[in-house]
């Protein structure tokens, strides 16, 4: 199963823009919080910075599925994959 963080910018991008990016990426199972693997607690990721586990294992392909579902969204973005195998954090809200 593979884990990635995905950091996403857009260009000259409105908020309406960036709620269509948070829902096209919500129909890839990528989320915008991050669970607490001890007290099983959520929190909120920074805006444009998305959590994916899921069967996709490789950081190329979890990028390619990316590029494609958001250049519906914008034609002019940077996307960051690095993988994943746990996080540390520090300030996020509790969901």
Known sequence: MGRFMIHIELHKASSEVYNKLH????????FQVIQDID???????????????GLIENKEDILDLVRQTIKYVSQDFKIVVTGNDGSAWVG???V
């Open 39 to 53: 007290t099983k607690e959520f929190f909120n990721l920074p805006r444009s910075q998305y959590h994916y586990i």
């Open 92 to 94: 996020l809200d509790k």
């Open 23 to 30: 829902e096209v990426m919500y129909n890839i199972e990528a």
